[in-house]
């Protein structure tokens, strides 16, 4: 398997990863999905619209990148950042959000759902024409971690979804002890 067939691959586990949790989702009315469990907390729609948000982050960095030309190799450490990045979202920990991602709007489930499998469709367009001669190239970028290759961003984002599968548990627990608006 070739690097660009790898990186096709990483998108499909990525997007079936999305199916899956948004069929498990399905299964709950969409008002409860949308209901916000406390002041401070997002509700299950603004998680997803947190994901959506990074995601088009990602596609802007990378049409940024393509359309200057200016995206050079990602780095000899761009591996090692990955790996630390992804190990460290993996922790039970919080983080605070980046605040370029941190201040989701209220939504629907529905329009949130809408607005991620929009945001995928472009990236996977966008991932499928990359030339192969830039897949080892910094073409996302993590506010911390920093450059990194198409595949590395892959695999941040599928640890990302992961991290924020807890949060979506604890939410669904909260809003089905509380009671209906």
Known sequence: ?????????????????????????????AGSLARIPRPDAWSVAQVIMHFVLVERGSLAYLMRKLEMGNSGQAGTFSGVRSGLLNLTVGLPLR???????AV???CSYGDAVEAWAAVRT?????????????????????????RLTPEQGL????????????QIQRTLASIGRMPPD
């Open 104 to 106: 989701v709007p209220v």
């Open 155 to 166: 695999r941040f984002m599928a640890a990302h979804h992961r991290h924020h599968r807890g």
């Open 1 to 29: 398997m070739d690097n660009k067939d790898r990186l096709l691959a990483r998108f499909n586990s990525l997007e079936r990863d999305r199916r899956m949790l948004l069929d498990q989702l399905d299964r709950h009315d």
């Open 122 to 146: 472009d990236l996977e367009h966008a991932l499928a024409a990359l030339p192969p001669a830039l897949l080892d190239h910094g073409l996302f970028k993590h506010p911390v971690a920093g």
């Open 95 to 101: 983080f605070k959000a980046p605040p370029m991602v």
